[in-house]
C-alpha cells in the first residue's frame, strides 16, 4: 500500500511539474488596423477616384521618353543597390532552406576506430578477466573498437516550433524580395526626377545664352550712346556688370549639368559619360495624367506596404515559436551499424551488428527566465512591426495626398508663370525702344532684363516640379516595379 501511494504521489507531482512547465505568461497582444479613408482628400484636376489607378501602370508605359527608358534599363541591371539587395534576398532564401532543414531528420554516416585498456583490479576489467577464464580465450589487451553506422537524430515538432519558425523564414524571404520591389520604385523615380533637371538644366543654359547676346547687344548701344553723350559711364558699367553676371551664372549651370549628368551614371550603374537627351522637347512635356485610384489599393500595390505585412506575419509566428519553447520537447536518436574489437569481424553479422532506438522528453521548470524573457521580446518585436505597418500605410497616404495636391496648385502656378513670362517679354521689347528713344533709363531696361531672366527660369523650375511631382505620385502609389 505504502509503494503505491508513493507511486500515485510521484506521478502528481510529475503532472504537476508538467502543468506548470506548459503555462506561458499572459501577453497584452496588439493588433494592426487597416482601415484607410474611402478617398482620398486632394486630387488634380482631371484626375479620377475610382478603381482606375495610375500606380498599376508599367514603367515603360508611364515614361515614353527612349532615352529615359534606356537609363532605367542600365539601373535595373548595373545599379549597386539592387544588386546589393538581391544578394540580401539569397541570403533570406538560404535561411528558408535552414529552417527546413532544421525541421527534418538529421541523419549522418561515420566511423570510430578507437582503443581502451583498463586496470585489472577494476570493475570492468575483473569481468574481461572472469570471462576469459570460463570461456578459456583471451579478449585483446589494449581493447580495440571499430565502429560504422548510420545514426540520426530528430526532434518531433509537436507544437508546430520548427514549422513555425520555418514559415517565418519563409515570410522574411517574401519580405526582402517586396524590399527590393521598393528599391527599384524608388530608383526608377530617382532616375526620372533626375533625367528632367538635366532637361531643365538644358534650357535653363540655353536662355542664360540667349540673354548674354541680349545684353551683349545693349551694352553695345549704351557704349555708342555714351561716345554720343546721350548717357554715362556709370550706364555703361552697369550694363557690363549684368553681362557678367550671367556669364557667371552660365558656368555654373555648365557645372550643375555635368554633376547631373554624372548622378544618372551613377544611378545607371556606369562611369561618367554623356547623357543621350533631347532637351528642347523639354517645353513640351506634359505631366503624365494621374488616376489615384482608392486608397486600399495601397496595400497591394506599395511595396513597403507588403514588406511590412510579410514582416508583421512573420514577426507573429516568431512569438508562437517563443511560446513554444515553454512545453515539453520530445527528440528521437536512432542508429544502425556495425562493432567488433577486430577489424576482420566488423561485417560478421549478425553478431557484429547493432542498433539502437531512444527517446526523450524535457520541459523547463525552474530555468524559465531565459524563456520568459524570449518571449515577452518577440512579442514586443511583433507590437513594433504592427507600429511599423500601420506607419507606411499612414506615409503611403500622406505621400499620394500631398501630391495630387502638389499636382494641382503646380498647374495653376504655371499658368501664372506663363502669362508673367509673357508679360515680361513685351516688357523687354518696350523698355529697349523707349531707351533707344531717350524716353527710358537704363536702370528700367536693367531692371526689366533680370526680372524677365528670373521669369524664365522660374517658368521652366515650375514645370521641372510639375515633372517631378507626377514622377513622385506614381511612385507613391506604388507603381514601378510592376
Known amino acids: 500500500m505504502l509503494k503505491k501511494r508513493i507511486y500515485q504521489g510521484l506521478t502528481a507531482a510529475g503532472l504537476t511539474l508538467a502543468f506548470a512547465a506548459c503555462k506561458t505568461p499572459e501577453l497584452v497582444v496588439k493588433n494592426e488596423s487597416r482601415n484607410v479613408p474611402a478617398g482620398f482628400t486632394t486630387a488634380p484636376a482631371g484626375a479620377t477616384l475610382d478603381s482606375a489607378s495610375t500606380g498599376k501602370l508599367p514603367w515603360k508605359q508611364f515614361f515614353a521618353d527612349p532615352d529615359l527608358q534606356l537609363l532605367i534599363e542600365s539601373a535595373l541591371q548595373n545599379n549597386q543597390e539592387l544588386n546589393i539587395t538581391l544578394q540580401e534576398i539569397e541570403i533570406a532564401k538560404n535561411e528558408v532552406r535552414i529552417r527546413k532543414g532544421e525541421y527534418l531528420p538529421f541523419v549522418s554516416l561515420g566511423g570510430s576506430a578507437g582503443a581502451e585498456k583498463v586496470g585489472r583490479y577494476t570493475i570492468q576489467g575483473a569481468t574481461e578477466e572472469n570471462i576469459n577464464i570460463r570461456e ?67 534650357n535653363q543654359l540655353a536662355i542664360v545664352r540667349q540673354s548674354i547676346g541680349i545684353q551683349s547687344n545693349a ?69 503624365t495624367a494621374i488616376q489615384a485610384g482608392l486608397p486600399t489599393q495601397l496595400l497591394g500595390n506599395r511595396p513597403d506596404i507588403r514588406q511590412a505585412e510579410q514582416q508583421l506575419a512573420a514577426a507573429k509566428l516568431d512569438v508562437q515559436v517563443a511560446r513554444a519553447s515553454f512545453y515539453p520537447a520530445l527528440r528521437l536518436t536512432s542508429g544502425v551499424g556495425f562493432a567488433a574489437y577486430n577489424p576482420a569481424l566488423l561485417l560478421a553479422a549478425p553478431e557484429s551488428m547493432l542498433f539502437s532506438l531512444a527517446g526523450d522528453a524535457a520541459a523547463p521548470l525552474f530555468n524559465r527566465n531565459g524563456i520568459k524573457a524570449l518571449y515577452y521580446n518577440a512579442n514586443a518585436t511583433q507590437t513594433q512591426a504592427v507600429y511599423r505597418y500601420e506607419k507606411s500605410l499612414l506615409n503611403a497616404y500622406v505621400e499620394v495626398t500631398n501630391q495630387l495636391a502638389n499636382i494641382s496648385n503646380l498647374e495653376k502656378s504655371y499658368d501664372a508663370k506663363a502669362k508673367e513670362v509673357a508679360a515680361l517679354n513685351q516688357s523687354v521689347s518696350i523698355s529697349n525702344d523707349l531707351f533707344r528713344a531717350a524716353r527710358a533709363e537704363y536702370t528700367e531696361v536693367l531692371f526689366t532684363q533680370r526680372e524677365a531672366l528670373e521669369s524664365k527660369f522660374d517658368l521652366i523650375e515650375t514645370r521641372l516640379q510639375q515633372l517631378n511631382a507626377s514622377v513622385n505620385v506614381y511612385r507613391a502609389l506604388g507603381g514601378g516595379w510592376k
Not at 514559415?167 to 530617382?190: D, H, P
Not at 544618372?264 to 554623356?274: D, I, K, M, S
Request: proline fraction near 4%; glycine fraction near 2%.
Open 219 to 287: 551694352l553695345e548701344l549704351v557704349k555708342f550712346q555714351k561716345e554720343s553723350a546721350r548717357t554715362t559711364e556709370l550706364a555703361v558699367k552697369r550694363f557690363e556688370a549684368q553681362v557678367q553676371h550671367s556669364r557667371a551664372l552660365q558656368f555654373k549651370l555648365e557645372q550643375s549639368i555635368v554633376e547631373t549628368e554624372n548622378k544618372l551614371n551613377f544611378l545607371a550603374g556606369r562611369y561618367p559619360q554623356p547623357v543621350a537627351r533631347h532637351d528642347e522637347s523639354f517645353n513640351t512635356l506634359l505631366p
Open 136 to 202: 578459456g580465450r583471451r579478449t585483446p589487451d589494449p581493447l580495440t573498437d571499430f565502429q560504422v553506422g548510420a545514426f540520426a537524430t530528430w526532434e518531433v515538432d509537436i507544437w508546430h516550433k520548427l514549422r513555425n519558425a520555418r514559415k517565418a523564414a519563409a515570410l522574411r524571404y517574401l519580405a526582402s524580395v517586396e524590399g527590393r520591389n521598393f528599391m527599384v520604385t524608388n530608383v526608377i523615380a530617382e532616375i526620372a526626377n533626375a533625367y528632367y533637371e538635366l532637361l531643365a538644366l538644358d
